[in-house]
Structures are given as structure tokens and as C-alpha cells.
């Protein structure tokens, strides 16, 4: 889910995720998880304690300041939106490092047999 800011209405949350604002938390399905107190300010959630309490990544891209929230994966998130190092040998094997092309254009294409 794309944010642009980060309070948000507990509808528009139930309508993007399915986690509904109820008396005993935030609930989807049959699970419910409790919210503190201080997540909700005149009526709208913060998204940095939604976020936390539902174990789901938000991560900032401050060049375009928006938020990116999700999605749900049973602690398996990234901590970040940089990539990391990855260094692969070319056509002729020498090593050639991806970040050398940082803030150009990149098409990657992946090709495997089976």
C-alpha cells in the first residue's frame, strides 16, 4: 500500500488491507491485534504504530516522500528500499558491481533452463 502521509483513516486501511479498526483492535478474518492507545489521533491511525504492532515493513522513499506499507509475510521483510551489493562477473568473468550504475536506468533480465 502507497501512503503519502502517514495518519490514515481506519477506512481507507480496511479498504487497502482488510484490517478493520474494532473495539478490541485492529482485527481481519478471525485475528485481532490490540493497538495502543496512542495510535489514534482525532480519528485517524498512525501509521508508523500500525505498522509496528502488525509486524509490517513501512519503508520512506524520502526523494518522492511517500510510504510503502506491507505487505503481511510472517517476519520475512526488508529492513530498507536500497538494494543490497551485488557483484557479478560479466561475459569475459571479470567482477562488475551493480552500484557502479547508481542513478542511471537498469533493465535486469534473469533467464534460467528449467
Same mark, same amino acid.
Given at each position: 500500500?502507497?501512503?503519502?502521509?502517514?495518519?490514515?483513516?481506519?477506512?481507507?486501511?480496511? &479498504? *487497502?488491507?482488510? =484490517?478493520? /479498526?474494532? $473495539? !478490541?483492535?485492529?482485527?481481519?478474518?478471525?485475528?485481532?491485534?490490540? %493497538? @495502543?492507545?496512542?495510535?489514534?489521533?482525532?480519528?485517524?491511525?498512525?501509521?508508523?504504530?500500525?505498522?509496528?504492532?502488525?509486524?509490517?515493513?513501512?519503508?520512506?522513499?524520502? &526523494? *518522492?516522500?511517500? =510510504?510503502? /506499507?506491507? $505487505? !503481511?509475510?510472517?517476519?520475512?521483510?526488508?529492513?530498507?528500499?536500497? %538494494? @543490497?551489493?551485488?557483484?557479478?562477473?560479466?561475459?569475459?568473468?571479470?567482477?562488475?558491481?551493480?552500484?557502479?550504475?547508481?542513478?542511471?536506468?537498469?533493465?535486469?533480465?534473469?533467464?534460467?533452463?528449467?
Amino acid at each position: 500500500m502507497i501512503l503519502t502521509q502517514l495518519d490514515l483513516a481506519p477506512d481507507e486501511l480496511r &479498504r *487497502h488491507t482488510g =484490517w478493520e /479498526l474494532k $473495539p !478490541e483492535g485492529l482485527c481481519k478474518d478471525e485475528r485481532c491485534v490490540l %493497538l @495502543p492507545s496512542d495510535a489514534r489521533t482525532d480519528g485517524r491511525l498512525d501509521m508508523t504504530v500500525v505498522a509496528d504492532c502488525l509486524g509490517m515493513p513501512l519503508v520512506h522513499d524520502e &526523494r *518522492h516522500e511517500i =510510504w510503502s /506499507l506491507g $505487505p !503481511e509475510c510472517g517476519d520475512h521483510v526488508l529492513t530498507s528500499a536500497e %538494494l @543490497p551489493a551485488i557483484v557479478l562477473e560479466d561475459v569475459d568473468g571479470r567482477p562488475f558491481d551493480l552500484a557502479s550504475l547508481r542513478g542511471e536506468k537498469v533493465l535486469n533480465a534473469a533467464w534460467a533452463s528449467w
